[in-house]
């Protein structure tokens, strides 16, 4: 079992930067740890993806280069740095965690964070 909590969210200019925290507890050992969102009417989609040690890391092709996901065991947190934010980027956020294998796909995701909301103005 793992039990997610993420923070960080907020109002931000676009062109601005956010730094999202997933905070996590339980058995975290051996997960992946994915950022998805969801933007209003839309379902929800894949951000990023990082395994245990730190050392496979996956982005949506709309982030790369501007999004930076990484981990720090010690502490168990995840965190997800925004850069070069658009409006196109307002969802909310979830993070979430599996065992053992990557996937893009939210439906093979087991533990769910309750979200954090972003919100890019123009």
């Known amino acids: 079992q793992v039990q997610l909590v993420e923070s960080g969210g907020g109002l931000v200019q676009a062109g601005g930067s956010l730094r999202l925290s997933c905070a996590a507890s339980?058995?975290?050992?051996?997960?992946?740890v994915g950022w998805f969102r969801q933007a209003p009417g839309q379902e929800r989609e894949f951000v990023a993806a990082?395994?245990?040690?730190?050392?496979?890391?996956f982005y949506a092709d709309s982030v790369k280069g501007r999004f930076t996901i990484s981990r720090v065991n010690a502490k168990n947190t995840v965190s997800l740095q925004m850069n070069s934010l658009k409006p196109e980027d307002t969802a909310i956020y979830y993070c979430a965690a599996r065992y053992n294998y990557y996937s893009r796909n939210e439906h093979e995701y087991d533990y769910w964070g309750q979200g954090t909301q972003v919100t890019v103005s123009s």
């Open positions: 339980g058995r975290t050992f051996s997960t992946y």
């Open positions: 990082i395994n245990w040690s730190g050392r496979m890391i």
